[in-house]
């Protein structure tokens, strides 16, 4: 892991990048969007109607063969009805260390979902949880 820091008018800002291919990112993301495509029993056609896209670029981009531009990302976000970070962010190193607030609130939105909902965070929480 590589640090930076640039100072903006006073205030510094630290980058933290991560050392991967795109292709490998492009793999992790198409990864995560099939599975929460396929956990909200979503098919790629459906999906596709959704973010304007065709379904074969769909399918190119769930395989991680094409890059993904963040245009894109968001459109598909926006048809799984998830934030653009549940594609893209890596979870934090070691896990578990939540603040209580935020536990609360994700239990306080879990509760408010339909069964469905809870079954693709699931699968959502699984993937995110496996890629590091």
């Given at each position: ?9 006073g205030?510094v800002?630290?980058?933290r ?6 292709q490998?990112?492009s793999a ?13 029993g979503?098919?790629?056609q ?10 074969a670029s769909l399918?190119?981009i ?14 598909l976000?926006r ?5 653009m970070?549940?594609?893209v ?7 578990g260390?939540?603040a ?17 909902r809870?079954?693709?965070?699931l ?7 496996t890629?590091?």
């Amino acid at each position: 892991m590589v640090s930076t820091s640039w100072n903006f008018n006073g205030a510094v800002a630290i980058i933290r990048t991560v050392e991967t291919k795109p292709q490998d990112i492009s793999a992790r993301v198409g990864d995560r969007i099939r599975r929460a495509r396929t956990a909200l029993g979503m098919t790629q056609q459906n999906l596709a109607e959704l973010a304007g896209l065709d379904p074969a670029s769909l399918s190119r981009i769930e395989c991680g063969r094409i890059g993904l531009h963040l245009d894109t990302v968001d459109r598909l976000a926006r048809g799984l009805g998830l934030p653009m970070s549940a594609l893209v962010a890596d979870p934090p190193q070691g896990g578990g260390d939540a603040a209580p607030a935020q536990r609360e609130e994700l239990l306080q939105m879990y509760d408010m979902l339909t069964p469905h909902r809870r079954d693709a965070l699931l699968v959502i929480a699984r993937a995110l949880g496996t890629h590091t």
